[in-house]
């Protein structure tokens, strides 16, 4: 399969759209410097090669109906949810599973509700959930060199040909919420969501950290 990094932009199931200049091409090479690293750590991804400043060759696999987050400090529909102020460390890594419904918003899921749609098996929902867990360690370590603190993702894993599940997603300033640790200054799609401004300035400073070398 081929996918293409597009600059469009959507927020809030799609209410809010616009484009963001370049960042197709920024996300692929955030991605793919990424997924890398998540290769390095044992972590299997569905990354085959790149084809284009756009176009990322990965295996086919069949997608698990579930978006994994990975929250370490409180934000977004977490901090809205249950009325907790965003900037919350919290005690430890918090995994959320939602169903990947348009139709429904998305809607949060437990672990039986998961197995009882048919979304997963028990098995895969431990899987997964370990899986996540393990992206979120390499991610923190990966992003804290960097200077930025990672307080929330969101990946996707695919089943391979030969049942085993893969990494299958982008990782980039669309999925994960980054905030520089000095500055605390929001480095993501956050800065689109609420109309914050200097969007593409935010995906720059980031590519340019991710693709930095470190000492
Ligand atoms: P949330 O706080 O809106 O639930 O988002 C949690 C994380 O998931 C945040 O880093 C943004 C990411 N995310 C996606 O990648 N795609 C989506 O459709 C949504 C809603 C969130
Ligand atoms: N891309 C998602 C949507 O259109 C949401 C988001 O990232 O905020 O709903």
Redesign the pocket.
Known sequence: VVLLFKDDA?????QKFGTIDGKGPMNLRISVRILAEMERAGIPTHVVRVLSERELLVRKVQIVQLEVVVRNIVAGTFAKRYGIDEGRVLERPLVELFWKDDAHGDPLVNDDAAQLLGLATADEVVAIKALALRVNEVLRGFFGERGIDLVDFKVEFGRASDGRLLLADEISP?SCRLWDRGTKQKLD?DRF?RDLGGVEEAYQEVLRRVEEPIA
Request: glycine share 0%.
């Open positions: 959507t927020a809030f199931n799609r669309d799609k969501r």
